[in-house]
């Protein structure tokens, strides 16, 4: 195995050879995001095909005094902890309102990405001068811990943008169980849920006619490369999407276009078939009813359901 690598890169190489000599393959779309996978995110999220920022967007930037109002409960003071913070774009519509009404909370942005939670911590107090901001960068639910132990006051948490999408049926109720044991009664859960809708208006969100889905999956491959010491030829390589209307299950694979061997530095070598696929995402979208059950089985109550104009999204308020 490398050397001299730090707890963050060394849980990167040895999950990303995990997966990789899975059968079948896989990897893990945390790993998407270093600095690039940011910047190709943010252009996907642009794209006219992506639908879900639009939508989600409609919704904090024309009701967060009500979504404020339903957080607020009297003059406590709070933690609003928001898991895969992003940039911020959508939030920040929240954070406005919250301070314009001159509540006493703390923001507690966790991202995988330094790079974003850097960013974060260097541009929201330019916009927001008096907010109590402390950026926590690594996986949700250790963050979730460690933002516990910062403080013991009341907590909100914002897991937005359909991240829950990014788990399959089974992993979204396992971590929300998680999840759930970390909140105390009075705590408060807003996430956000992709709707089921037309099936080629969502393979589109996903397969995306300039490619920059493909670029986007693509460059973890080339991550590997550069910090692993990984030789994937890229152009060996091609991003494959498809979308399955009963369970509602959207998938990104990468497609082995030959017979290859690749070496990730002295730690692994994988071999991969002409037509082999790594499994690299899903996209999980949701009924309703679907989403109803989760919130009970997991140990929530939905209270309140936020939708945008066309219906193509929900933010849905949990205790």
């Not at 301070?99 to 703390?106: G, H, P, R, T, V």
Request: aromatic letters at 10%.
């Amino acid at each position: 195995m490398q050397t001299n690598l730090t707890a963050v890169e060394s849980q990167f190489l040895n999950e990303t050879v995990a997966g990789l000599q899975a059968s079948p393959k896989f990897m893990l779309a945390k790993y998407f995001y270093d600095e690039r996978g940011d910047y190709l995110f943010q252009q996907i999220m642009e794209m006219d095909e992506y639908y879900l920022t639009n939508a989600e967007m409609d919704i904090f930037s024309n009701q967060a005094s009500h979504i404020a109002n339903l957080i607020i409960k009297g003059d406590t003071p709070f933690d609003l902890i928001e898991l895969g913070a992003g940039d911020a774009t959508k939030s920040i519509h929240l954070l406005r309102e919250l301070a314009k009404q001159n509540l006493e909370f703390s923001y507690f942005p966790v991202d995988i990405s330094a790079h974003v939670i850097s960013e974060l911590e260097e541009n929201l107090p330019k916009e927001l001068p008096d907010l109590n901001i402390k950026g926590l960068n690594g996986d949700y639910l250790d963050m979730l811990k460690k933002a516990a132990a910062l403080s013991n006051r009341r907590k909100v948490v914002l897991f937005m943008g359909a991240n829950i999408g990014n788990m399959n049926l089974d992993e979204a109720h396992e971590f929300l169980l998680s999840l759930r044991k970390l909140l105390s009664k009075g705590d408060m859960l807003i996430i956000g849920f992709d709707l089921k809708k037309n099936p080629k208006q969502i393979l589109a969100a996903y397969n995306d006619s300039k490619g920059i889905t493909s670029a986007f999956n693509l460059n973890l491959l080339e991550r590997i490369n550069r910090e692993l010491g990984g030789d994937f030829e890229l152009k060996n390589f091609e991003h494959y999407a498809n979308y399955d209307p009963e369970s509602g299950a959207c998938k990104s694979y990468l497609i082995s276009l030959k017979d290859q061997i690749v070496h990730i530095g002295a730690a692994a070598t994988i071999s991969f078939a002409r037509d082999e696929h790594i499994y690299m995402e899903i996209s999980q979208k949701y009924a309703l009813e679907d989403i109803e059950r989760l919130a009970l089985r997991s140990g929530f109550q939905c209270r309140h359901n936020f939708f945008d104009a066309n219906r193509y999204f929900v933010d849905t308020l949990w205790t």
